[in-house]
């Protein structure tokens, strides 16, 4: 599989050449922040399958809690994805910033008990408490 996904003003793209995992819609406290909104929708990504295709000078990263990083581009300020040193085999991708289908749903809300109280979850999908179960 390949995706290709930039920021809004394009001077940063990148393509996935691989998996991209199940997508969650995280209403915590720095994924409100740092989209602007309810939530972020992520998913999980090889390191090893993203590459950067161009706009790597437009590329910074923000140290949003201790050994998290969240890369964005600084000249319109799309956030790309999460990584975290410590766990360097993984980022997590924001799939807002796709360009190509993803294929498959979200499958659950987390830090649920985060969420803004204007923001209503209309759907069946679980919601935990903090990250997903197995994480
Ligand atoms: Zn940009
Ligand atoms: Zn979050």
Redesign the pocket.
Known sequence: MTYEGSCLCGAIAYAVHGEIGDPVM?H?R??RKASGSAY?TNAPVAVTDLRLLRGERCLREYESSPGKLRAFCSTCGTPLYVRWPDNPALVRLRLGTLDTPLGKKPVAH??ATSRADWDVIADALPQYEAREPGR
């Open positions: 995280c915590c720095s994924c972020a987390t830090f």
